[in-house]
C-alpha cells in the first residue's frame, strides 16, 4: 500500500465515524471535500469484488488444404470473449492484440 493509499484510508476511515458532513470534516481535515470525496469513492471501488472474466483460448492447427491464410507449419490461437473471436498467428500485430484485449477486458 502506497503511503497516500494509507494516508487517505485513515482519512476516510474517520470521515465515516463522524457525525460532520463531509465539508465540515474536511475543513476540520485541512483536506480538500472534493479530493476527501474521490478517495472516499475509490476505496470504495477497490473493495467492491472484480467479477472474474474468461477467455477461451483454442490452438488452432493450420488448414492443410491450403484455404487457411497461414503458412503450412504455423500454427495460431483463438482468443473469444464472449461474441468477440480475435485469430492470433505469426504474423499478427502484437501491440493491437495488446489494445483489443485491454478493451475486451
Not at 45 to 74: K, L, N, S, Y
Amino acid at each position: 500500500m502506497s503511503p497516500a493509499v494509507a494516508r487517505w484510508s485513515r482519512i476516510v476511515d474517520r470521515s465515516h465515524r463522524t457525525p460532520l458532513t463531509l465539508r465540515e470534516f474536511a475543513h476540520r481535515e485541512g483536506v480538500n471535500p472534493n479530493t476527501l470525496a474521490w478517495w472516499r469513492w475509490r476505496l470504495r471501488e477497490e473493495e467492491r469484488p472484480t467479477p472474474r472474466r474468461f477467455a477461451e483460448v483454442v490452438m488452432v492447427e493450420p488448414d492443410r488444404r491450403g484455404g487457411d491464410r497461414r503458412q503450412p507449419g504455423q500454427g495460431g490461437l483463438v482468443v473469444q470473449v464472449g461474441a468477440a473471436r480475435v485469430e492470433v498467428d505469426a504474423s499478427s500485430d502484437l501491440e493491437l492484440l495488446r489494445a483489443v484485449v485491454e478493451v475486451l477486458a
